[in-house]
């Protein structure tokens, strides 16, 4: 099974706390050198239903974003969301800041994150930017030339923490950037036969699996289409290989669209009053 997925991002765009994202510009701008691709785009060039991953990656001023990673030591951090939104750190999901001229977002995580994480002594906490190419609010460079620092100082100016706490919350938090050149890549314009069958028509031991391969119905950008992938991949193997060989399910996918609930339900949030409670 070939893994057609994290091609989101790339190990050298990874840089340190004062590093800019866009020091990694050589990737984004010369994403055929990219390695994580190679094995992809050699299988494309040899058989027509392999899947056409240039659509994916043609365009990365438009599939790039910038985002962040902050570990902060004081639970200042987590008092002021919890001030702010009424949930427990790491309880109430994604915070986007829609005015901003980044269109940041924020996400604290619940712990632990990773082995030996944990106790309310270190808060993990992710944010990105969809407009990396913008210039921030308060920082007035490109969210791409920022350093960790600086990226931080802009994500607190925008929780208006007052003076002395968004010192601690600084002076106390590490913040990583990582340029993700083809973080959205499988959102692109595409048409069919871009994305491989999860079982190539003739293949007998062969399948492609993840973000790139096609699920019927489904969504990508989540971690259940790489599951689907490999499950159909499995199931599809299995059967080949004779009676006595075990067998799987693929469950089948819950459509909402046809659920008229669902969909006066999805209605009324994108219309009511921001003072009426969601139901």
Request: proline share 8%; net charge neutral; charged share 25%.
């Amino acid at each position: 099974m070939i893994h057609l997925a994290t091609l989101l991002r790339e190990p050298s765009a990874l840089p340190q706390p004062h590093a800019r994202p866009a020091a990694c510009a050589k990737w984004v701008n010369s994403p055929r050198e990219s390695l994580f691709w190679l094995l992809w785009r050699t299988l494309a060039a040899k058989r027509q239903d392999f899947g056409r991953p240039d659509s994916f990656i043609g365009k990365v001023s438009e599939s790039k974003w910038v985002s962040f990673t902050v570990v902060t030591k004081t639970p200042k951090f987590a008092e002021v969301l919890f001030q702010l939104t009424g949930r427990e750190f790491g309880r109430g999901g994604l915070i986007t800041f829609k005015g901003s001229g980044w269109f940041l977002t924020i996400h604290p995580y619940f712990d632990p994150v990773f082995p030996g994480h944990g106790g309310k002594k270190e808060f993990v906490w992710w944010g990105y930017g969809l407009n990396p190419d913008s210039e921030g609010d308060y920082v007035k460079k490109r969210m791409s030339d920022c350093t960790g620092e600086e990226l931080l100082e802009e994500a607190l100016r925008h929780l208006r923490l007052d003076d002395a706490a968004h010192q601690e919350v600084k002076s106390e938090s590490t913040c990583v950037p990582c340029m993700m050149p083809y973080i959205t890549s499988q959102f692109m314009p595409r048409k069919a036969g871009d994305r491989p069958a999860v079982r190539p028509s003739g293949a007998e031991n062969l399948a492609f699996v993840g973000q790139y391969a096609e699920a019927e119905k489904d969504v990508v950008f989540t971690v259940e289409y790489s599951v689907r992938t490999a499950k159909m991949a499995i199931k599809s193997l299995l059967e080949s290989a004779g009676p006595d060989a075990p067998r799987i399910e693929v469950e089948p996918m819950y459509e909402g669209y046809r659920n008229l609930w669902e969909l006066m339900r999805a209605g009324w949030i994108s219309l009511r009053p921001s003072w009426w409670p969601i139901i």
